[in-house]
C-alpha cells in the first residue's frame, strides 16, 4: 500500500486542480455603507450547460491514518466544498493519467476554507477529520452523465 502525507494547503499547490476558497488579504471592495467586505468571484462554476445548484452534504468523520480507497470525477462541472464550520478537513485529489487517477495528494484544508474542484478533476469523498461535518456544495445539474467513480489500490494518508 501505498502511503502519502499530507500536505498544507496554498493556492499554488491546488492551482492544478481547482480554487482555493477562502477571503484575499484585502478585499476587491466595502459594500452595505462599508460594513462588509466583498471578496468577489473567488472561483468560477464551470456548469457544461446545466444549472448551478447548492446543496448541504453531511459528511461521516474520518481519523488518521485514512486508506482512500475510491476517487471520482465530474467532467461536465465543477464541483465547490464550503465548511460551515471551523474544523480543518481533508481534500484528496489526483491528475488523470489517461482516464484513470494518477498519484493522489492530500491537502489539509483549515477550517472556514473551501476548494473549488475544476470539472473533470479526481478527488476522494469528502473528508471531515475527528467529527461529522456539514458542507456547502456548489455544482452542476442538468443532462448527461456528471459522475465517474473508480476504485483504487488503497492509499494510506498521514499526517
Given at each position: 500500500m501505498t502511503t502519502i502525507r499530507i500536505q498544507p494547503l496554498s493556492a499554488a499547490a491546488f492551482a492544478?486542480?481547482?480554487?482555493?476558497?477562502?477571503?484575499r488579504?484585502?478585499?476587491?471592495?466595502?459594500?452595505?455603507a462599508g460594513r462588509c467586505e466583498r471578496h468577489h468571484a473567488l472561483a468560477t462554476v464551470q456548469t457544461g450547460g446545466g444549472d448551478a445548484i447548492i446543496s448541504v452534504f453531511?459528511?461521516?468523520?474520518?481519523?488518521?491514518?485514512?486508506?482512500?480507497?475510491?476517487?471520482?470525477?465530474?467532467p461536465l462541472g465543477s464541483q465547490a466544498f464550503m465548511p460551515l464550520g471551523h474544523d480543518p478537513w481533508l481534500s484528496v485529489v489526483a491528475p488523470d493519467a489517461?482516464?484513470?487517477?494518477g498519484a493522489p495528494l492530500a491537502f489539509l484544508v483549515p477550517g472556514?476554507?473551501?476548494?473549488n474542484l475544476h470539472a473533470g478533476v479526481w478527488h476522494g469523498v469528502l473528508t471531515p477529520l475527528d467529527r461529522p461535518?456539514?458542507?456547502?456544495?456548489?455544482?452542476?445539474?442538468?443532462?448527461?452523465?456528471?459522475?465517474?467513480e473508480c476504485r483504487i489500490d488503497p492509499v494510506r494518508i498521514t499526517a
Open positions: 492544478p486542480f481547482g480554487e482555493v476558497l477562502t477571503p488579504p484585502a478585499p476587491d471592495r466595502m459594500i452595505n453531511r459528511s461521516l468523520a474520518v481519523s488518521l491514518p485514512y486508506d482512500c480507497d475510491l476517487l471520482e470525477r465530474h489517461g482516464g484513470r487517477p472556514g476554507t473551501g476548494v461535518a456539514d458542507f456547502w456544495v456548489v455544482d452542476r445539474e442538468g443532462a448527461g452523465t456528471n459522475l465517474e
